[in-house]
Structure formats: structure tokens, C-alpha cells
């Protein structure tokens, strides 16, 4: 990439130089074809600033970094506008991605054809009338069956005695949707979730 260094009543040494060129040449892999890049550094009492401008195909960047040095400056400046390139990048990629619009084609009218009145006769006798009924024969469906899993786990019994609330909250921060818990009397119960996600509270004898 071709890259213009202006200097402003400062020196530009060749260390400055050479850290342009490189992070110039990041950018230009990001963005692909670029056209030409400017890097300008100037002083404003005792802080360094470089204001960096990047010409793409269609796109133009500016960044600008300020701080007590030049490589400072200029590394404040190359990530923001390496920062920009990305962005540019990933939105071009993602707009290439989309699919167009296509329009769904449109089906003319159905015309009807003309019925002479010796057809439209026929047909009318052929037609069912009004309000006879139709039998109509329908198969009820099979239910699936579905084979019981067992799994033996240990999370799904309390080793505790705990009150309701507590076992409410105990299958949450478990994530269960069974818990079989004894309550401060010695009674058993069984928790467990239902389909709709209410909590369901069962009484051992």
C-alpha cells in the first residue's frame, strides 16, 4: 500500500516509519484493494498526535491518536481505524451473505370455461345437492408409546429433613424436576415439575 507521511514541526524517525508501513499493511490485508493511506504528526504543546485517513475501494477511514509520544500516538491511531477496517469487513461480508428477494410468481385467474346449457344441465345433475351429507371415514390416530427411562441418581433425594420452601428451592438450584425430600416430621414427599411448569406436591403414606 502506497502510505504518505506528513510531519508538522516534528521529526519522523525511521523506527516511526517502519511501525506505519506494518500496521498500514494490516489494514490493507483486512480491507483487501485500497487505493492510499496518509498518515500525518504534528505536536500541540507537549502531546504527539497522529491523524491517519485510509482510502478504500468504497469506503474511507480516519482515526486519531493522541498521547506523550509518537509510537504511542501512532499505535492509538492504527488500532482505531484497524477497529474500523473489521467492522467494515464483516458488514460487507454479511450484506454478500443475504439472499435476494425473489418474487414469488403469481398464478393468473382460473377462468371458467363457457357450459352450454345441455352441459350445465349434466353437470348440475352430477353435482351433489346441497346439504347431503358425505360420508366421510377418518382413522383415529396411533398413540406413541413411549418406554420408561430409568435412571438412578442421587440428586433427586434429599439427605436433609426440609420444609416445603426449602425443597422448592433445593430442585431449582439442582435443576431437577423430581426431588424426593422428608419434611422436620418424618413424613415423605415426593416434588416434582408438571408439563405446564407448576410444581406438584405429592404425599407419601
Given at each position: 500500500m502506497e502510505v504518505?507521511?506528513?510531519a508538522r514541526?516534528?521529526?519522523?524517525?525511521k523506527a516511526l516509519r517502519e511501525q506505519a508501513e506494518e500496521g498500514m499493511n494490516r489494514i490493507a490485508r483486512i480491507l483487501g484493494k485500497t487505493t492510499s493511506a496518509a498518515i500525518t504528526f504534528r505536536t500541540?504543546?507537549?502531546l504527539q498526535i497522529a491523524e491517519l485517513?485510509?482510502?478504500a475501494r468504497m469506503h474511507t477511514i480516519a482515526a486519531r491518536g493522541e498521547a506523550d509520544s509518537q509510537e504511542s500516538a501512532l499505535r492509538a491511531a492504527l488500532a482505531h481505524a484497524e477497529h474500523q477496517a473489521v467492522r467494515y469487513r464483516d458488514r460487507h461480508l454479511t450484506r454478500k451473505r443475504l439472499p435476494k428477494e425473489e418474487k414469488a410468481p403469481v398464478s393468473p385467474p382460473v377462468a371458467r370455461p363457457k357450459v352450454r346449457p345441455a352441459e350445465a344441465a349434466e353437470e348440475e345433475r352430477a353435482a351433489p345437492r346441497q346439504g347431503a351429507s358425505i360420508p366421510v371415514h377418518s382413522f383415529p390416530a396411533r398413540r406413541t408409546v413411549v418406554e420408561p427411562h430409568v435412571v438412578k441418581s442421587g440428586e433427586a433425594i434429599a439427605l436433609r429433613p426440609m420444609t416445603l420452601e426449602e425443597a422448592v428451592k433445593e430442585a431449582e438450584f439442582r435443576d431437577r424436576d423430581l426431588l424426593v425430600f422428608r419434611n422436620p416430621s418424618g413424613e415423605l414427599f415426593v416434588l416434582h415439575r408438571r408439563r405446564d411448569g407448576q410444581m406438584e406436591l405429592v404425599e407419601i403414606p
Open positions: 504518505e507521511l506528513t514541526q516534528v521529526r519522523i524517525p500541540q504543546r507537549h485517513t485510509v482510502k
